[in-house]
């Protein structure tokens, strides 16, 4: 079966693949070329996990070609963060205070007058939404989760609430503003 879905999930794979790729470039060498993020590999699996759960959701099968691709590259991403170890995890960690920052910069410039609450405050809440659930796991977080979650009050007054779910029934929601650990995903897994 090729239905536009499954093109879509073997699309985000390959970003997945590439990304993961680009990330262990980038930390081996630090000159090398490519964005290199370390939180984009996160992003990215977890896109491909919402694209799995779209899938299932409409009960139909994911095909085990799609599954084997998806571990294969979650596997190659695990040995890279055991290489990397606690350094990589600081990279992390400095991305989410930069972001953090970046967000209430945002949040500030819009009170003044710009207009990022369209662009700008929805693809960094969403990044630092990642980047509070997969830290959680071994940083204590709960000031900057307070503070997130401070700034999110000052964007829903600002600029109305987030959105929680697509206009269009068919399109998955992509965007994470959970400061919550996130659920375990486990629909349709072989």
């Known amino acids: 079966m090729n239905s536009p879905q499954t093109a879509s999930i073997r699309c985000q794979l390959q970003k997945f693949a590439t990304t993961v790729e680009e ?3 980038k930390f081996s060498d630090p ?3 490519g964005h290199g993020l370390a939180y984009a590999p996160y992003y990215e699996r977890s896109r491909t996990l919402a694209l799995f ?3 299932a959701g409409t009960e139909t099968d994911i095909p085990s070609d ?3 691709e998806f571990s294969r590259i979650t596997c190659c991403f695990a040995e890279f963060e055991k290489t990397a170890g606690p350094v990589y995890r600081k990279m992390l960690l400095d991305e989410l205070e ?3 920052q970046e967000y209430l910069a945002a949040l500030c410039y819009s009170v003044l007058g710009g207009h990022a609450c369209e662009a700008t405050l929805p693809d960094q809440r969403e990044i630092i939404g990642f ?3 997969e830290l959680g796991k071994d940083h204590n977080l709960s000031d900057l989760e307070r503070f997130v979650v401070q700034l999110d009050n000052n964007v829903d007054h600002e600029c109305g609430a987030w959105p929680e779910s697509s206009s269009e029934p068919d399109m998955p929601v992509f965007i994470n503003t ?3 650990p996130v659920v375990k995903w486990d629909r349709g897994t072989p």
């Open 53 to 55: 759960d779209d899938l």
């Open 23 to 25: 990330t262990r470039t």
């Open 66 to 68: 799609l599954w084997r």
């Open 31 to 33: 000159t090398a070329f």
């Open 131 to 133: 980047l509070l659930d």
């Open 178 to 180: 959970s400061c919550n």
């Open 98 to 100: 930069n972001f953090s």
